[in-house]
């Protein structure tokens, strides 16, 4: 089973700054590994898919990138935007049959 | 547009009720999922499908029943609800193969209140 962990749990920025947003995993053995945004009130829109294979995934102004042998992968947002304003998910699979999510980083892009 | 639904989208209901959960996706995709969230949690899978007759638990799944007799349509059931399921439940699917191809597309979730 993965323990996922997202730090930190909340975060502000100004309008255009480009920002790092991490995501820890325990188990290497990773299948792949997902991106979501969440907005208050609604289901998860993925954002990005990394296969086990991958280093890293680019849609956009987002890249996300994947290092199994340290556990972690980040999500990269350059010029942030309000609209960016979301909480932001991970998820890990180790088979693809279950992802196990982290509790997410809130953030705030201020104008 | 291919897409995936959730109904009702918000439920109030007293204890000890049996509710049934909808979901129904239009993607042609085989795998569903029903997942669990509480604020500012993780979420929990409840029950997962393959396909047509396959259902499967998840961590939270022994309070709750599935059923798949249509691709398209992955309904959940509780059959005496109590304020500790109180929670907003997510519907996700995705497609059966290749990592790639598991990106998971979920529904706007149901929030359901149990008095």
């Known amino acids: 089973k993965q323990e996922v962990t997202q730090i930190p749990a909340a975060l502000s920025v100004p309008e255009g700054e480009n920002l790092v947003l991490n995501c820890s995993f325990t188990?290497?053995?990773?299948?792949?590994l997902q991106w979501f945004r969440q907005d208050p009130g609604k289901g998860l829109t993925s954002l990005l898919l990394?296969?086990?294979?991958?280093r890293e995934q680019t849609s956009g102004r987002l890249n996300a990138s994947l290092d199994k042998s340290s556990g972690r992968s980040t999500l990269y947002i350059a010029a942030s935007q309000p609209g960016d304003s979301a909480t932001y998910l991970c998820a890990a699979s180790n088979t693809g049959n279950q992802f196990y999510f982290g509790t997410g980083t809130s953030l705030t892009v201020i104008p | 547009e291919a897409d995936i639904y959730q109904t009702p989208r918000y439920l109030v209901i007293g204890t000890g009720k049996k509710i049934t959960l909808e979901c129904s996706q239009t993607m042609g995709h085989d795998k569903m999922y029903w997942y669990q969230q509480d604020p500012g949690m993780e979420l929990h899978l409840i029950h997962y499908s393959y396909g047509v007759n396959s259902t499967e638990k998840g961590d939270l799944s022994s309070e709750s029943t599935v059923s798949r007799i249509r691709t398209e349509h992955f309904p959940l059931t509780l059959e005496s609800a109590r304020p500790s399921h109180t929670s907003q439940y997510l519907c996700?699917?995705?497609?059966?193969?290749?990592?790639?191809?598991?990106?998971?597309?979920f529904g706007s979730g149901t929030q359901l209140s149990v008095l």
């Open positions: 996700a699917s995705s497609e059966l193969g290749k990592a790639t191809n598991e990106k998971l597309f």
């Open positions: 990394i296969q086990s294979s991958q």
């Open positions: 188990d290497s053995a990773i299948y792949n």
